[in-house]
């Protein structure tokens, strides 16, 4: 309660979104680890779906590009994040952490996909639900244009480039939790990510 | 590379990251979702923390960079601490005794090593040697040129010789001068007062030798004129093995 007080107090003097979703997250964090100390993890699922699965649904719908596939991707990220609570080392992030493991389910149905499916079928299939889920937008260079042909070329990436660009850009993680995530250099990440976007600029030139 | 070339890129790109950010703010989960998740998860057995991730939750390293330095720096001088430790335990291993008798075991085999030759001239014919005989205890010294002094316990019927101690001193002394004050005090329970001192404990190394498992190996004639090879363990000197020998000095 004395946390809630304080963290009210600080929403109302800041009046800054940001910082209110930072504090409210953090705090929903403390939550999620004092749970697994105590072995609740019932209770640690609870508050890790709550403050989550907006962000988790987002990012597996769109590195799979499809919403329904994303969903329930995203539901076994939780329940996989659900089993390992018990072994969660509590050496970073709980948001690091659960990405890593929607980085490691998303990429892994999408090496079972394009097992079963050709590699620009499977492109097309992407495009097609990307392009019918936004509103059709009016030609130029309109930030809604951008945005879908951001989107459109996003997914004819590779799938590691795609998900290091929205951990990086749309999830907001650090390149220090990005680093940690995938066992590498802070500066391989940061190489990684700049060929990434020069792969992306390639694409939406060549799609444009 | 570095950040200044990573946030030109970005620069450069800054339209397409302003997208990319927007990506997932279109995107929600569905309302059931949640009760979904809290459903399946009901259908699962319970995660379980096994012993290596308790061994692992109270051995978890602090999330504070500094927290984990000072950790780290007290792991380390913990560690370096012990050295010497590691280093009784390695040598208790290596001496073949127990650790807390590793300073004398060492000692004593330097001895050994130091008068080698001397021990190997012990004669009940010479100055050098004198003998004392009490109830449960037989007293013989050689004393060597070092200063230094062979002390033989062993029992009255000589049929066992139990144990050979080195006493390190200053300088030399002839075996009577040492006998008779400090061995008549060490085992004055043993040696009655006026007990003579005996040369006719008679002992007469033939040869002596270093074995390859850093034993010694002694060729003794004793009073009976009959002789005995003994395997001598030089860190502790106790007798290993005894057993009847040709009187040559052939080791």
């Known amino acids: 309660m004395v946390y809630d007080a304080v963290l009210l107090i600080h929403i109302a003097t800041s009046g800054n979104y940001m910082v209110m979703k930072q504090a409210r997250q953090e705090h929903d964090d403390d939550l999620i680890r004092s749970a697994i100390v105590d072995g609740d993890f019932r209770r640690a699922l609870e508050v890790l779906v709550r403050t989550y699965q907006h962000v988790v649904v987002g990012f597996c719908v769109n590195m799979l590009g ?44 999408l090496r079972n996909r394009l097992r079963r499916q050709r590699l620009d079928q499977v492109q097309q299939d992407v495009i097609a639900e990307a392009v019918h889920r936004q509103p059709s937008a009016p030609l130029g260079e309109d930030p809604e244009t951008l945005f879908v042909r951001v989107q459109q070329s996003l997914h004819t990436l590779d799938k590691a480039e795609r998900a290091l660009l929205m951990m990086r850009y749309d999830t907001g993680l650090s390149i220090a939790d990005i680093a940690h995530i995938l066992g590498i250099s802070v500066a391989s990440v940061r190489r990684h990510l700049a060929q990434a976007l020069r792969n992306l600029r390639e694409k939406m030139h060549y799609d444009a | 590379m570095t950040p200044e070339e990573l946030k030109r890129q970005e620069d450069s790109a800054r339209d397409i990251i302003d997208a990319l950010a927007r990506l997932s703010r279109h995107t929600q989960a569905p309302p059931h979702f949640a009760a979904t998740v809290m459903a399946q998860a009901e259908q699962s057995p319970p995660p379980h923390r ?5 061994f692992r939750l109270w051995l978890q390293w602090p999330a504070s960079p500094g927290l984990h330095l000072a950790t780290v720096a007290f792991v380390i001088l913990a560690l370096c601490g012990a050295v010497p430790q590691y280093t009784a335990w390695i040598n208790a291993y290596r001496l073949d005794v127990p650790s807390e008798a590793i300073h004398e075991a ?5 001895l050994w090593h130091k008068n080698f030759a001397c021990a190997t001239q012990l004669d009940h014919n010479s100055h050098n040697y004198a003998a004392i005989a009490g109830e449960r205890v037989s007293v013989v010294v050689w004393t060597c040129p070092s200063g230094d002094v062979l002390v033989t316990l062993e029992s009255p019927d000589q049929r066992s010789r139990e144990r050979y101690v ?34 006719a404990q008679a002992a007469r190394v033939l040869c002596q030798k270093w074995l390859p498992n850093r034993m010694i190996k002694r060729r003794v004639q004793l009073a009976n004129g009959q002789c005995r090879d003994e395997i001598i363990n030089p860190r502790d000197g106790t007798v290993v093995e005894r057993r009847g020998a040709p009187c040559d000095p052939g080791c």
């Open chain 2, 166 to 199: 080195w006493l390190e001193l200053s300088h030399h002394r002839t075996a009577q001068g040492f006998l008779m004050p400090w061995v008549r005090q060490a085992f004055a329970e043993d040696l009655r007062p006026g007990t003579p001192l005996l040369t």
């Open chain 2, 106 to 110: 060492q000692v004593q085999e330097r």
């Open chain 1, 66 to 109: 499809k919403t329904e596939q994303g969903e329930e991707v995203a539901q076994e990220v939780f329940l996989a994040a659900y089993k390992a609570l018990p072994h969660f080392r509590q050496q970073s992030s709980v948001r690091t952490w659960l990405f890593a493991i929607a980085r490691k389910q998303c990429l892994q149905t």
């Open chain 2, 50 to 54: 096994g012993l290596r991730a308790w």
